[in-house]
Structure formats: C-alpha cells, structure tokens
C-alpha cells in the first residue's frame, strides 16, 4: 500500500512541474496567425497541394477523395486533377509505402494528416497557426541528414517538400548565454517559383484544407447550430410568455 502511495506521489510530482514547463515552452513559441478560409477555390487550392506535395508521403485515412465534393469538386475533377494511383473516389487517402518500410526508410513513419491542424493546437496557438509557421520556417542545414532544418521545429528529420515554391531559405543561427539556439530566418538564396507573397497564400490555403479535414461537417455543424440557436430563443420567449399568462391567472 506505501509503494502505491509513493509512486502516485512521484507520478503527481512529475505532472505539477511537468505542466508549467510545457505551459512556458508554448509561451515560447512565436506562432504566426493563419489567416485559414473557408472559400470553396482555396479549399480546393490547398487540396491540390496538399495532393501534389504531401501525399506521397502523409497519408489523410480517414478522408476519402469523394469527400471533396463537398468543397466544390466534382467527381470526375476528382478522378482526374487529384487520384493518381488507380484507386477510385469512394477509395481512402492513403498512400502505398506501409508503415514498416516509412520506418525502414525515414527511421519514422510520417504521421497521418487527416486530424494534424487539431493535434498540433498549444497554448501558443491554434493548430493552423502552428502549421502555417512551420510550413514557412524551412531552411537549409548542412549539418542535418536532410540538408533543411526548420525554425519552429528543431532538428527535425523531414526535408522540405515545397522547396520549389518558396527556394532555399537560410538562417543566421546563434546562441545565447544559456545555450539556448536563436534562428533568424533570411530571404531565400535560392529563389523558388513563387513569390514570398504567393508562397504564403499557397500555405494558407493547404493549411484551409488540413483544418477542412480534420472536421469536414464543420460547415453543417456550424449551420445546425445556428438552426438549433434560433429554436431555443423562440422557444425561450414563447414559454416566457406563457408562463406570464399562467401566474397572471393564479394571482
């Protein structure tokens, strides 16, 4: 029974200074906001890239390609401008590599996508607004197996895939008294095909689509509501008005 209490004693202890570490770690992290859309055409913007530059790698299984209709695509659209493998509309967004091999290959399996911009929300910010940095803060690292290391996320083992956008970024890295690593991302030495400008709208709307998939009934959800909102408030004044009539009657 004291070796229970103890450990959960140690488990507690962990959790109390486990928390406002984290919450100062978030506070540390500068976060741009993701000016994310809901129009049909950026949606289906970001679904394009998402397609072109993402799921070769990332897999979205909980979101089948004929979901897209409901951004504006059509089916055969669909079949045409985004299914590449012989799968059909109905089939998931999955990619071929299996797990084992991802881990053979990377040393990790690159995470599914389908719910990232909801995982990746802190206390410094909304999932989208985490994305939407990083997928800005790339920059090239010799010292990193990959060549690119990225401002928001540190030694991280994925390249760049969108390089050819946004070019070859560097960085004026230092360190402070404390050892602590400050990067300062500088304009790319390489240019890319796009624009810093275009760059950032393409991101924007690849970000769109990955909070689009993390809940694809938002929409519906959020009109409901707003259907469910209206009944409740008639509901209130009828009843209100009811319930004067009732007492009025008693006294």
Known sequence: MKTHAIKFLKRFAGVVLF???????????HLDKAPVSTDQQRLQNG????????????????????????????????????????????????????PADAEAWFGKA?????????????????????????????YKDKTRPTGWNNKAFDNIGMPHA???????????????????????LVAPAVPGSMSA????DAVADLVSFLVWMGEPVAGTRKTIGIFVLI?????????????????KNIH
Not at 114 to 135: E, F, H, P
Request: charge should be neutral; aromatic fraction near 12%.
């Open 19 to 29: 928390v406002p570490a984290l919450a100062m770690a978030a506070a540390a992290i």
């Open 162 to 184: 969108m390089w050819d956008l946004q070019g070859e970024a560097t960085a004026e890295v230092t360190f402070d008294k404390n050892n602590v690593k400050n990067v300062k």
């Open 110 to 138: 690159p995470p599914d996508l389908s719910l990232i911009a909801r995982a990746k929300a802190s206390g410094a910010g909304s999932g989208a607004d985490y994305l939407y940095t990083y997928l800005r803060s790339f």
């Open 197 to 200: 400008e275009k760059y950032d």
């Open 47 to 98: 679904a394009r890239t998402f397609v072109k530059y993402c799921l070769n790698c990332h897999s979205a299984s909980l979101v089948r390609y004929n979901q897209l209709e409901k951004i504006g695509f059509k089916k055969e659209k669909i079949e045409e401008e985004l299914i590449f493998s012989g799968e059909n509309a109905g089939s998931m967004m999955t990619v071929a590599m299996t």
């Open 231 to 247: 009944f409740l408030a008639g509901f209130y004044v009828l009843t209100h008005m009811l319930g004067k009539t009732y007492w």
